[in-house]
């Protein structure tokens, strides 16, 4: 035992009275500090980068130059060399900043392959270069634009309100929970769990695929707030039920129960059953 | 033929509360004639008590449930402690309900367990039917207890739906719109019944609380009738038996009710009890909350009725748009009407006759205590597993839409595959399962002529290899001799020894043609002479092997291995 407490271990001090406030501050700075540079790379709020600065950006002519370069390349194949379409792809003449913004940003342009409905998936362009094809699509025609710290200010927006809009405009095809349904044909409407603030207002305002326009007469700017505000509820909102099976419905809760509720009792009724030897 | 129970030295306190009840009801008789009663054992017959002891939890937790809930249409302004739906209009049913969930100490357990065991039930009386039906329980003397038993099956699903229905969700709301258009395809009266129903348009403001008596009360009463008039019936008709040595069709081989089964029994209704309690602790089920308040131009992608529910939304999702307009006096919604009325109906139709249909094909009139192996019946299994696939292809079609979003797949390929596989996979399944039961008995044909191959081989002096063969054991010897052969009806005669002719000869004949093909296929039993010869040989055959020096143990390793 003796030899024991002469060796340098970390537990020798852990009944020290500063031991807690150790502990604490190096947990609150950790916390912190991995905050901070969470903080940096995206404003969680909104979904928009903080460290770019999307207005001057698409004012900016070097970037919509840039635009240009980068559309030449990725996107003229299909959209044609003035964004004016092909038999390939539709024109993006008038679809403005925030469809491109939203189509680049969500991975679904470019298109990986075609088919009934063009998917989410990981992004080829930064962020930047995605802001940079917005704002050349953008200088061609007005149409949409990206939303604004403003309009994405959906923090004090009203939930209950959200819910009640959320069921009577969108839940129809993303379903109660938002985790997405089947449409006709193998379209569907996607889960929104990845949906960013941002990419939730872009969406309603241009109508991606088989979704409707919401335009601000629609829904005003403070309804758009409230519908991101219950959808950003409804993805990390608590389940006091339990388990939640993906909210998919009765599905998943009849699955649940033929293989492992019946399972468990077949098994108990077998145990019983057997004969004692 | 019981097993004989030590009877001990009667223990004095239970002497004396025997005899306090036996000096006040004469109960003595009864219990003495009651509590040594044999009940034969195996895991099966445990479905119908799964049932039972669901049942009996949803009856508690149900009462708790009504202790707060308030079947009302009332519109009013919700003000509970679930921020998402706080100052939202929605009706007093849909707020109690909440207040169940949020509010009322172990209101969400409770209402969890009351859903789950819900589910339970209607699926393990649903099991409990298939053991029943696949090892030919129902026939006779039990056909009545078949017939209350789909009566079970039936009220079991209304209730389910009704108590569905009650939260008054966006869920349960759609799920009711649909009950209502149900009510309107019905021709002609479709409309007044609705009304009817309804009292006025749907939703209305009388229907919650109508659904409420109807879904506490009068279905609840009648399933404890009917479960009490089944359970008496298998008291007094006696508890069917799987064949095993000592087993006959005059007896019953088990355990006495007390002490066995009452501590068998006790025991499962706690393990039911306590799964039930910790799936509802630990999984959501019918998360309402979620839903939000049925409003009746809002719905939602994935809506779906619970599991029983299901085959017939798949029905209604299968069905072709088939209107038929009659001019100036209706429209005829075959669209709806076939899927969900006549769809249905005949199909519990047939399911609750089916004991009296298979008597006729097979004019089998014996009555019978011994269980069949689904095998030695491959019709009857066979159109078992038949109704059964057609029951599934409707089932999965009532989930697609969660099929194709799962698996990327289109919705109308899902539901023109699934059109397709309605009418070419049951009969496909049939095919299948009796080939399968033909050749399993073949199989036991096999087992009881040539005994069990051990895996040894043997090397004779002649250089021949053969594996040596053990007679089946005892066990399992009662168990493949207990098949009894399908009867086959003669061939009816067109007038009888007077020169009369015989009525119905028409039916007679499809009868005597119905029971050919049920019987024909079978493979004969082997005749008690095969089967002495066969012995002979399996013995002959072993002292053989005794001569060369193989000893005739489990583990002897193959005499062969080292050649």
Wanted: charged residues 15%.
């Amino acid at each position: 035992m003796s030899t024991n407490r002469k060796t340098l271990k970390l537990s020798r001090f852990r009944k020290h009275p500063a031991a807690i406030l150790v502990v604490l501050l190096v947990g609150l700075f950790t916390t912190g500090g991995l905050y901070s540079v969470g903080a940096n790379a995206a404003n969680k709020m909104t979904g928009r980068e903080a460290v770019v600065d999307i207005e001057s950006i698409m004012s900016d002519p070097a970037s919509i130059d840039q635009g240009n370069r980068l559309f030449a390349t990725g996107c003229a194949t299909c959209h044609g060399l003035k964004a004016q379409g092909t038999s390939d792809g539709p024109t993006l003449i008038g679809v403005g900043a925030a469809s491109v913004h939203f189509q680049v940003a969500t991975g679904r342009m470019p298109m990986g392959a075609p088919g009934a409905q063009v998917m989410r998936k990981k992004p080829i362009y930064s962020e930047e270069q995605s802001l940079q094809l917005a704002a050349y699509v953008a200088s061609l025609s007005p149409g949409p634009a990206i939303p604004t710290d403003e309009q994405l200010d959906w923090m004090d927006a009203e939930l209950a309100e959200g819910g009640e809009l959320f069921r009577s405009n969108c839940a129809q095809c993303h379903a109660f929970a938002g985790r997405g349904g089947a449409l006709t044909e193998g379209k569907y409407a996607p889960s929104l769990m990845l949906a960013t603030p941002i990419q939730i207002y872009e969406a309603m305002i241009t109508g991606p695929q088989a979704m409707p326009i919401f335009n601000d007469k629609t829904l005003t700017v403070e309804e758009k707030q409230a519908v991101i505000k219950y959808i950003e509820y409804l993805k990390d909102s608590p389940n006091p039920g339990g388990l939640e099976l993906g909210r998919y419905g009765p599905v998943t809760e009849g699955l649940f129960l033929f293989t492992i509720v019946i399972g468990a009792l077949i098994a108990a009724a077998i145990w019983i059953g057997v004969k004692a030897k | 033929m019981s097993n004989s129970v030590n009877q001990g030295p009667i223990d004095k306190s239970i002497d004396g509360t025997v005899k306090y009840l036996d000096d006040r009801f004469s109960t003595a008789g009864f219990i003495k004639r009651n509590m040594r009663k044999v009940f034969p054992d195996h895991w099966s017959f445990m479905l119908g008590e799964i049932a039972l002891y669901s049942f009996i939890i949803l009856l508690l937790s149900g009462t708790y449930l009504t202790f707060f809930y308030k079947p009302s249409m009332l519109e009013i302004v919700y003000d509970g402690s679930y921020l998402p739906l706080k100052g939202i209009k929605m009706s007093e049913a849909y707020a109690s309900t909440l207040e169940i969930s949020f509010d009322v100490r172990g209101g969400l357990l409770m209402r969890q367990i009351h859903h789950w065991a819900a589910l339970l039930f209607v699926a393990s009386v649903s099991i409990h039917l298939l053991r029943v039906f696949f090892t030919g329980a129902f026939r006779k003397p039990r056909e009545i207890n078949w017939l209350i038993g789909t009566g079970l099956l039936t009220l079991a699903i209304f209730e389910g739906f009704s108590g569905y229905s009650l939260p008054d969700d966006l869920l349960s709301g759609t799920g009711l719109r649909i009950a209502s258009g149900i009510v309107l395809a019905i021709p002609v009266v479709g409309t007044y019944a609705s009304y009817l129903v309804f009292g006025g348009e749907f939703p209305g403001l009388d229907f919650m609380s109508r659904l409420y008596t109807i879904h506490v009360l009068l279905i609840p009463g009648i399933l404890l009738g009917l479960i009490t008039a089944h359970l008496m019936m298998v008291w007094y008709q006696k508890h069917t038996q799987y064949p095993g040595p000592g087993r006959t069709n005059n007896n019953v081989v088990g355990y006495p009710l007390l002490p066995v089964y009452m501590a068998k029994a006790g025991g499962f209704f706690f393990i039911v009890f306590g799964i039930l309690v910790l799936v509802s602790a630990l999984v959501t089920i019918n998360p309402i909350w979620a839903y939000g308040p049925y409003i009746p131009d809002q719905v939602t992608a994935g809506s779906q009725p619970d599991w029983y529910i299901g085959w017939l939304d798949g029905s209604t999702r299968l069905m072709p748009n088939w209107e038929i307009t009659i001019p100036g006096l209706f429209t005829l919604s075959l669209n709806v009407l076939i899927p969900t009325l006549i769809l249905p109906g005949l199909m519990f139709t047939i399911l609750g006759l089916y004991p009296w249909i298979e008597q006729w094909i097979t004019g089998d009139k014996r009555a019978h205590h011994l269980l069949e192996r689904p095998r030695n019946n491959p019709n009857r299994t066979g159109l078992g597993v038949m109704a059964l696939t057609f029951y599934a292809i409707l089932w999965i079609s009532g989930g697609n839409d969660i099929i194709a979003q799962m698996l990327n797949l289109s919705i109308n390929a899902i539901t023109i595959t699934m059109r397709a596989m309605l009418i070419i996979a049951p009969p496909i399944a049939f095919v299948i399962t009796k080939r399968i039961c033909l050749s399993l008995q073949h199989k036991d044909k096999e087992l009881l002529l040539h005994g069990e191959p051990t895996g040894r081989l043997l090397r004779l002096p002649s250089g021949e290899f053969i594996e040596i063969h053990e007679p089946v054991s005892d066990a399992k010897r009662a168990v493949l001799l207990s098949r009894t052969e399908l009867p086959m009806l003669p061939v009816p005669a067109s007038h009888d020894a007077n020169g009369v002719k015989t009525p119905n000869l028409w039916a007679k004949k499809l009868q005597r043609r119905l029971s050919h093909w049920w019987s024909v296929d079978q493979v004969p039993l082997p005749t008690v002479a095969e089967l002495e010869s066969a012995t002979e040989h399996t013995l002959h055959e072993l002292s053989e092997a005794q001569e060369q020096g193989v000893e005739l143990t489990k583990d002897t390793p193959a005499p062969t291995s080292n050649h």
